[in-house]
């Protein structure tokens, strides 16, 4: 048989029983066929997959079937497996965070790192509705088929399902979404297609904060048509809701593209924001900026965080977002600096600032591969909490130039986390480490590490130190 030949495993399927998981989320097992790896499947469960690509030996399918299963936990949701999300809900809350807490470890572990003074993984209670933020996307299943207003169809670019009944958020921000699509289907709004870019409908963004129960509603339409944005308000304002509508946006967005973001705004009603309470300060979200989208466990988060940090002269908060993290670190530091590449987070941070009575945050807007470069006051701990892509290599080097005693790693990306780490660690040790489970039922976990500067270059400037005297 042609190597080529070998190396394929034509669509067929096969029963493979599960041993462990990979990040994130992909089982690992072997049928009669050899090993496989299936994403979303979990150990002890036996599985038919549908076999795939084959690369240095290792079979890549799909999940079709679960045949039996050690979890006992219900899958309640009822677009399960359809769409992409909530893989893990039959598994309890306990069962995830262990299997994510042994994939990261594993990441490290293959890299030859120790992830030491290791402290567990921590999480807030609620398996569902824990999300404060939901962006829809408007389309349908099938060409011709009836308008959907939910996420897009496991796999499928083109394809949106009508997640009705997600668990992941509030009621309130279900009857919502619900409204929007009777209010659409009755007035017959016809659905951007990303293919032709012909329609009206595209996104429907919405924030409902955890702690304040503020609830933000945006809908982005391309300019091919109109909205009666009145009528559709006097609809929300006829809900029962148990949260408060604060404000509700018409966003116009022509561009090509599924980031979700307008360009201008046809229509505000109420405020542009909505404010969240987290370790007590209050902060202010606007629609297009970051924010952690699970309250409660950010909360935890957040105080883990604020317990590693000693005091200091300066914190440098890199990729702040809302200025969350310096804010809440505020009183350990004379002065705390914090960068962002979305303006409309830097004014989020710089108000709260002010409505927290916090004086000593400074802002700025930028990259952090050029701002970092600017003068800027020494750093005795920088916070780095990068978009999953990780930091850019300029930023690893400028970071290991400047060299300060601490600096803590917080990551939603393990990967390119361990990937930063292989660099960083030509001068850093890990001295204590945690994960928090911010995205229960997926594959996905934070994980922090506190870098401290290695011994042998503490020495080395102790002896600058002294020369100089000299
Ligand atoms: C994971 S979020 C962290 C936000 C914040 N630390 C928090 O916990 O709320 C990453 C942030 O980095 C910002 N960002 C992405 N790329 C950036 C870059 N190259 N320079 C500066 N900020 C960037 C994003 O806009 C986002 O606000």
Not at 175 to 187: G, L, M, P
Not at 295 to 306: C, D, E, N, Y
Not at 329 to 346: D, M, P, T, W, Y
Not at 358 to 386: Q, R, S, T, W
Request: hydrophobic letters at 35%; aromatic letters at 8%.
């Amino acid at each position: 048989m042609q190597e080529r030949e070998r190396n394929r495993i034509i669509a067929k399927e096969y029963e493979v029983i599960i041993d462990r998981t990979e990040f994130s989320a992909v089982g690992v097992g072997r049928s009669e066929r050899g090993v496989h790896r299936v994403p979303n499947a979990f150990p002890g469960e036996k599985v038919v997959a549908r076999g795939a690509k084959k690369k240095q030996g290792v079979a890549y399918g799909t999940l079709q079937r679960v045949l039996e299963t050690p979890y006992s936990g219900q899958r309640l949701c009822k677009h399960f497996r359809l769409c992409g999300g909530c893989i893990s809900q039959h598994l309890s809350l306990e069962e995830q965070r262990k299997l994510k807490e042994l994939e990261v470890l594993q990441l490290y572990h293959d890299k030859e790192m120790e992830i030491s003074g290791y402290m567990g993984i921590f999480g807030a209670d609620q398996k569902y509705e824990y999300r404060n933020k939901v962006d829809f996307t408007f389309g349908n299943q099938m060409k011709g088929g009836p308008l959907h207003l939910g996420f897009h169809q496991r796999g499928m670019r083109r394809n949106v399902i009508d997640t009705s009944e997600c668990l992941l958020i509030h009621p309130d921000l279900r009857k919502i979404r619900d409204v929007v699509v009777e209010f659409a289907s009755e007035k017959e709004l016809p659905f951007y297609d990303i293919y032709s870019h012909e329609g009206l409908l595209r996104f429907l963004l919405l924030r409902r904060t955890e702690f304040t129960g503020e609830i933000h509603i945006v809908l982005i339409v391309s300019s091919q048509g109109g909205v009666d944005a009145s009528e559709l308000e006097r609809r929300f304002q006829q809900l029962e809701l148990v949260g408060t509508i604060k404000g509700f946006i018409v966003g116009k967005k022509d561009t090509i593209g599924n980031f979700v973001g307008y360009e201008d705004v046809l229509f505000l009603s109420g405020k542009n924001y909505v404010e969240e309470e987290l370790c007590g300060l209050r902060f202010r979200i606007y629609p297009e900026s970051f924010f952690q989208t699970n309250s409660a466990g950010a909360q935890i988060l957040f105080s883990k965080v604020l317990d590693l940090m000693d005091s200091g002269d300066v914190l440098w908060d890199l990729y702040c977002g809302a200025g969350t993290i310096g804010q809440i670190a505020s009183k350990k530091f004379r002065k705390v600096v914090g960068i962002e590449l979305v303006e409309e987070a830097i004014v989020a941070a710089r108000q709260s600032a002010i409505d927290n009575q916090i004086e000593n945050c400074e802002y700025f807007v930028g990259d952090v591969k050029d701002a970092i470069e600017a003068e800027l006051p020494a750093p005795d701990l920088v916070v780095i909490n990068p978009p999953r892509s990780g930091l850019h290599p300029k930023v690893t080097k400028i970071l290991l130039n400047i060299a300060p005693p601490k600096m803590l790693y917080i990551s939603c990306n393990p990967k390119t986390q361990v990937r930063d780490m292989e660099t960083l660690k030509e001068k850093y040790k890990i001295e204590k480490s945690f994960m928090v489970d911010l995205y229960p039922n997926t594959g996905h976990v934070e994980t922090c590490v506190l870098l401290s500067k290695l011994d042998v270059y503490r020495h080395i400037e102790v002896k600058i130190d002294m020369d100089e005297l000299i």
